[in-house]
């Protein structure tokens, strides 16, 4: 079951983010305010209370040495003023022994105790002339007592002042938390709203190209401090990332759609154009029926390869259940084999090391032999007849493409590099860094046959398998394809 949000809580979720944020940090200064102007109120009633009582044993010290070898009376009777004692008198323990006066202070039945030595000294509150006061009773000599008392209103008025102004400076301090915490919300999270803003317009126009003006990280300060960014701008700077790699993707959709289409229309064109001729094959001869026939069955083939080559780069990784471990120098001879049935005009000649062949006595490699690597061997392949079919476009009649296989250690393992070099024509300087682009073709390839998706099918099938495949025109003259696969020692 959902938990229900309580109506507190769903109208703190109906204010924005920076009021929340405010309102948060103006709580937690307020319950630390309230809780430290309470500690310190306390702290203030308590002292000058201490010290009003310490003022009363005072007085108490000082009427006793007045009234020494007197016997009980009042000493001071003026209770109603702030004079200080106001009220002082001498209590015996005995009431026969009182003044005929009778006393101005209070003498109740602890008061004798006192005098009689039977109780400690203490104080009380008490109320005379309708003003409040504080009374301290202490024992002076073997049967008497000391009384002094004080008004207490001058502390009591003391406390209340106290109070008010920690009441004061908590307000104070609640409502500058309230505008500090607004306005570094305010300035903290104002990438979060320009994010939210090209977010939404984003949304509203599609247009991927937007961005977040953001400060430029490690850029140095006015005191010579670098700058680093804060946990919005790098929510900012990583949503920027994306929005790059969103606008790429979207540029490389627009850009496959339209070379799809262009590489489709002419073959389609002319698909139509043989059918229309096979429809009305009664006006043509035999030999022209068989031509345009051969011509359809030859387009077809070209539009069926053309669309499963699309669908090959749609591919963003390999499938676990087709992922095993096997011999990649077998796999590669294999295809070089393919290669001198497919091209025999070309001689291809390879050099497969056997460096790894000790690895079969490890009864962990299952009895596989060879240069052992992890991926798809049916992708694999696809991978090296392109390079092959490449080659073999590329070479001159009677050329020579060479094949090589060695294995490389390195600090994160060993390597296993295959190398395709033709003796062909080599690439321009120009076109080295569009060769493995998707339907790119140099203006000297575009009299040859394919679509220009064989490389990028071998870049992109490279990449998924953790390889990488690169290119460079080889010493006197050609180009050299080079493919450096991780190995495994454990198939799966």
């Known amino acids: 079951m959902r938990r229900l949000l309580s109506p507190p809580a769903r109208w703190l979720r109906l204010l924005p983010l920076r009021t929340r944020l405010a309102v948060a940090s103006g709580l937690a200064v307020a319950i630390v305010a309230l809780a430290c102007s309470t500690a310190a109120f306390v702290v203030v009633r308590h002292e000058l209370e201490r010290q009003f009582d310490i003022q009363l044993g005072q007085d108490a010290t000082f009427a006793a040495q007045q009234s020494k070898n007197q016997p009980p009376q009042v000493i001071s009777g003026e209770c109603r003023y702030l004079a200080a004692p106001a009220c002082s008198q001498v209590v015996s323990a005995s009431p026969a022994h009182d003044p005929a006066g009778g006393y101005v202070l209070p003498v109740g039945p602890r008061t004798r105790e006192v005098a009689a030595g039977e109780h400690r000294a203490y104080y009380s509150d008490i109320t005379l002339d309708g003003f409040p006061v504080r009374m301290y009773t202490v024992s002076f000599t073997p049967g008497t007592a000391v009384q002094v008392a004080a008004r207490s209103d001058t502390v009591q008025t003391g406390v209340r002042q106290a109070a008010w102004l920690m009441t004061a400076v908590c307000a104070g301090g609640m409502l500058l938390a309230a505008l500090l915490g607004y306005l570094v919300a305010r300035g903290s999270l104002r990438p979060v709203a320009r994010l939210t803003a090209v977010a939404e317009r984003i949304t509203a126009t599609g247009d991927a190209s937007l961005r977040i003006q953001t400060p430029p990280g490690g850029a140095a300060g006015a005191q010579g401090r670098r700058w680093r960014p804060d946990e919005p701008a790098r929510l900012a700077a990583s949503f920027n990332t994306m929005l790059a790699e969103l606008e790429e993707s979207v540029d490389a959709r627009r850009r496959l759609v339209a070379d799809a289409s262009h590489e489709l229309r002419t073959p389609l064109t002319a698909l139509r154009t043989n059918a229309e001729l096979l429809i009305d094959a009664e006006r043509l001869t035999p030999r022209q029926t068989a031509r345009a026939a051969r011509a359809v ?18 591919r963003t990784e390999e499938p676990d259940a087709l992922v095993e471990v096997f011999a990649l120098d077998r796999l590669v001879h294999g295809r070089v084999e393919a290669a001198r049935d497919h091209w025999p005009e070309l001689a291809f000649t390879d050099a497969l090391t056997d460096t790894l062949t000790d690895v079969a006595a490890d009864p962990a490699a299952g009895g596989v032999h060879g240069v052992l690597v992890r991926g798809v061997p049916q992708r694999l392949a696809r991978l090296v007849d392109n390079l092959l079919d490449n080659a073999a476009k590329y070479s001159p009649r009677a050329g020579r493409v060479e094949v090589t296989l060695g294995v490389v250690a390195g600090a994160d393992g060993e390597t296993a590099e295959l190398t395709v070099r033709d003796h062909g024509p080599g690439i321009a300087p120009e076109d080295l860094p569009h060769v493995f682009d998707r339907f790119y073709r140099s203006a000297s390839a575009r009299a040859l046959p394919g679509s220009g998706l064989g490389l990028a099918m071998a870049q992109q099938i490279a990449r998924s398998h953790g390889a990488e495949l690169t290119v460079a025109d080889a010493p006197g003259g050609g180009a050299s ?9 454990v198939p799966l």
């Open 297 to 314: 069955d030859r387009q077809a083939r070209e539009i069926t390869g053309l669309v499963n080559d699309l669908i090959e780069l749609a």
């Open 481 to 489: 394809f080079q493919l450096r696969i991780p190995i495994t020692r």
